[in-house]
């Protein structure tokens, strides 16, 4: 039973009554406030966190020619890089990157469906319909199709990141990863 409990309210009406609610909707405001200040504690703690975990300490393993340590207590601590992509919302920068995949193999990567005017469904056995071409790419498969034409899974690289079709977004971090 926590402190805050409404088994104390009487459900009468008294003069004591609306004191009682006051007193309960004060807890509930500074319930309310608590909460507040540990989401934004939580996110100044996470935004030093990954400042730390992202520069500070990638560089100075970095520096000293490291990628893994192990510490006295028995906890490993390594850089891992890890990847992002994303691809612009906009049309014209979706149509770019599904035209960049089909030039270097891989427009399986691309699912393509043709939207067709409800008005044109009987002539679709005539030429000339009016068609709208939509294309809809998985970023996860984009992102390791990407990571294998760079040479980072193995392979021998095929292209540069400045080779990258205009919106896509790919981009690289390195980021500390602890171990117990």
Known sequence: MSDYELDDVDVSVTSGMM??????????????????????????????????????????FKNNGLDELKTQDGVTVRVITKTN????????DRKNVAKWLDEHGASNLVKS????????LDKLKDAG??????????????????LDELGQKGNPATITKEDLPKGLNFFQYDEMEVLV
Request: hydrophobic letters at 35%; proline letters at 3%; aromatic letters at 8%.
């Open 113 to 120: 469906e043709c939207i067709v005017p409800v008005s044109q």
């Open 129 to 146: 319909i009016t068609f709208e071409k939509v294309d809809t790419i998985n970023t996860n498969s984009v992102k390791a199709f990407v």
């Open 85 to 92: 992509c994303s691809i612009n919302k906009n049309e014209n």
């Open 19 to 60: 004191k009682q609610i006051q007193s309960h909707v004060e807890t509930l405001r500074q319930l309310q406030w608590e909460m507040i200040s540990a989401e934004e504690a939580f996110k100044q703690a996470e935004k030093k966190y990954l400042e730390y975990s992202r520069n500070v300490m990638p560089d100075l």
